[in-house]
Antibody
Framework: QVQLQESGPGLVKPSETLSLTCSVS????????WMWIRQPPGKGLEWIGH???????NYKPSLKSRVTFSVDTSKNQFSLKLNSVTAADTAVYYC??????????????WGQGTLVTVSS | DIVMTQSPDSLAMSLGERATINCKSSQNVLYSSNKKNYLAWYQQKPGQPPKLLIY???TRESGVPDRFSGSGSGTDFTLTISNLQAEDVAVYYC?????????FGQGTKLEI
């Protein structure tokens, strides 16, 4: 079955750029929408945005000025860049798939998540 | 944004009991053209990613025990967990996928 795995630095300095990649295995990145979701320690879930296999994006408005998604279909990967980070961006970052081909739908499956801490 | 509000924030139950978690959306998430409610429920255990339980408000994901059921329409939804088991200890989230930004409830912590 489809599996997702996040990778990237676990520590980012304030004002710098957080960069993460999600690798998709067991299935093609085509035909689906791919999500980034984050969860600050001890808090709830926040949808950051999604990207389609063709590269169209939809970002949460409050983060739109700082976030960029990209997709590499040849590597079956998609990526997140969040610039000008602050301590408020410290969170577990998850990648997930929109469950229904062609529309977003619910989110399934999810990656295991990676903790990114913003600190000097 | 569609605001999702869950109640209660936490729930303490006993083994074998029935738990009810409510979720209210600030806007209708029933799509009129297909009569489907764009609402999902997830279970999150400590240190794990959320696990999908229910989609379309009442369709159980494959492999999810039939003790879990979802109901409701429009703006008011319920997740019911019957015959509570020790492994049901988790935080439960509702989520709307009707419109962006997709939003989650604040979570309900279930203790047994």
């Amino acid at each position: 079955q489809v599996q997702l795995q996040e990778s990237g630095p676990g520590l980012v300095k304030p004002s710098e750029t957080l960069s993460l990649t999600c690798s998709v295995s067991g299935g093609s990145i085509s035909s689906y929408y791919w999500m980034w979701i984050r969860q600050p320690p001890g808090k709830g879930l926040e949808w950051i945005g999604h990207i389609s296999y063709s590269g169209s994006t939809n970002y949460k408005p409050s983060l739109k000025s700082r976030v960029t998604f990209s997709v590499d279909t040849s590597k079956n990967q998609f990526s997140l860049k969040l610039n000008s980070v602050t301590a408020a961006d410290t969170a577990v970052y998850y990648c997930a798939r929109g469950a229904v081909a062609g529309i977003v739908g619910w989110f399934d499956p999810w990656g295991q998540g990676t903790l990114v801490t913003v600190s000097s | 944004d569609i605001v999702m509000t869950q109640s209660p924030d936490s729930l303490a139950m006993s083994l074998g009991e029935r738990a009810t978690i409510n979720c209210k959306s600030s806007q209708n998430v029933l799509y009129s053209s297909n009569k489907k409610n764009y609402l999902a429920w997830y279970q999150q255990k400590p240190g794990q990613p959320p696990k999908l339980l229910i989609y379309w408000a009442s369709t159980r994901e494959s492999g999810v025990p039939d003790r879990f059921s979802g109901s409701g329409s429009g703006t008011d939804f319920t997740l019911t967990i019957s015959n509570l088991q020790a492994e049901d200890v988790a935080v439960y989230y509702c989520q709307q996928y009707y419109g962006t930004p997709y939003t989650f409830g604040q979570g309900t912590k279930l203790e047994i």
